[in-house]
């Protein structure tokens, strides 16, 4: 089993940085595929980026793309989700998540969630 903790949200203006990790235990954590999804109020939650558990292949939401970049330290056990250039439309509950197969952007195929932390984008 796998367990997530996301932390790193926070109250930032637009324009700004963030970075989002995700603290993983178990000690197959290397074997997963990483993801960060979104959710804002009255809205389904999205895909936002994902990394592959094997050669580090990376994925963006093309709302993100040249903005969000996607890491993970196996030795640490940690997925990372760098933000810059913030906008206000990026406010949103951030999930990481974890998954063994499927398509790295469905999130019915991630088997594992943390809790979220919020992201807010003042204007």
């Known amino acids: 089993q796998v367990q997530l903790v996301e932390s790193g949200g926070g109250l930032v203006q637009a324009g700004g940085s963030l970075r989002l990790s995700c603290a993983a235990s178990g000690r197959t954590f290397s074997s997963y595929g990483m993801g960060w999804f979104r959710q804002a109020p009255g809205k389904e939650r999205e895909f936002v980026a994902a990394?592959?558990?094997?050669?580090?292949?990376?994925y963006y939401a093309d709302s993100v793309k040249g903005r969000f970049t996607i890491s993970r330290d196996n030795a640490k056990n940690t997925a990372y989700l760098q933000m810059h250039s913030l906008k206000p439309e990026d406010t949103a509950v951030y999930y990481c998540?974890?998954?063994?197969?499927?398509?790295?952007?469905?999130?019915?195929?991630?088997?594992?969630w943390g809790q979220g932390t919020q992201v807010t984008v003042s204007s």
């Open positions: 998540a974890a998954r063994r197969g499927g398509g790295y952007s469905i999130i019915n195929d991630y088997n594992y």
């Open positions: 990394i592959s558990w094997r050669i580090g292949i990376t």
